[in-house]
């Protein structure tokens, strides 16, 4: 599970989940109520880059790392 939290009330956002190829792995249109929302992923153990944008083209790039 991702928790995402924002700055704006309600957000329009899309999710890119790449692994450290390039591969895209999750691609997921989400919307925040209340400052946040949450994602679940189904990930093998990895690392991974995760890019979060907005509805202004303003994107978040942080690394994602899995282990179970």
Same mark, same amino acid.
């Given at each position: 599970?991702?928790?995402?939290?924002?700055?704006?009330?309600?957000?329009? #956002?899309? *999710? $890119?989940?790449?692994?450290?190829?390039?591969?895209?792995?999750?691609?997921?249109?989400?919307?925040?109520?209340? %400052? &946040?929302?949450? #994602?679940? *992923? $189904?990930?093998?153990?990895?690392?991974?880059?995760?890019?979060?944008?907005?509805?202004?083209?303003?994107?978040? %790039? &942080?690394?994602? #790392?899995?282990?179970?």
């Amino acid at each position: 599970l991702l928790n995402i939290i924002t700055k704006n009330e309600v957000e329009e #956002l899309q *999710i $890119n989940i790449r692994d450290l190829s390039g591969r895209v792995v999750l691609e997921k249109k989400l919307t925040t109520l209340g %400052n &946040k929302s949450d #994602l679940l *992923i $189904n990930l093998v153990n990895g690392a991974y880059i995760i890019t979060i944008s907005n509805a202004n083209n303003e994107n978040v %790039n &942080k690394a994602l #790392l899995i282990s179970k």
